[in-house]
Nanobody, 116 residues
Framework: QVQLVESGGGLVQPGGSLRLSCAAS????????MSWYRQALGKERELVAS????????NYADSMKGRFTISRDNANNTLYLQMNSLKPKDTAVYYC?????????WGQGTQVTVSS
């Protein structure tokens, strides 16, 4: 059974940091490109960052560059998102996605709230 389980979300003050994790199981994690998406209330889901299966290729949405860092641990089937200098506009549900060819898996999401 394929599972992607996000964790690490929560309430943080502006300027703070969080590290999200996405634990994968039920498929060959190292063969899949991985991405983080987010969806704020009332808005469309948007790409945050993506990383190739080997970890050698990384892309960020412009608004996240310099603040967020995506990484993966293929030995432990886990994807990470380090988020620094958080802003209220970063408040959203964050999802991880696994993609290989025409197959895509999604997690259930973890809520991140940035507020004082």
């Amino acid at each position: 059974q394929v599972q992607l389980v996000e964790s690490g979300g929560g309430l943080v003050q502006p300027g703070g940091s969080l590290r999200l994790s996405c634990a994968a199981s039920g498929f060959t994690f190292s063969m899949y490109a991985m991405s983080w998406y987010r969806q704020a209330l009332g808005k469309e889901r948007e790409l945050v960052a993506s990383i190739s299966s080997s970890g050698g290729g990384i892309n960020y949405a412009d608004s996240m560059k310099g603040r967020f860092t995506i990484s993966r641990d293929n030995a432990n089937n886990t994807l990470y998102l380090q988020m620094n200098s958080l802003k209220p506009k970063d408040t959203a549900v964050y999802y991880c996605e696994a993609v290989r060819r025409s197959t895509a898996y999604w997690g259930q999401g973890t809520q991140v709230t940035v507020s004082s």
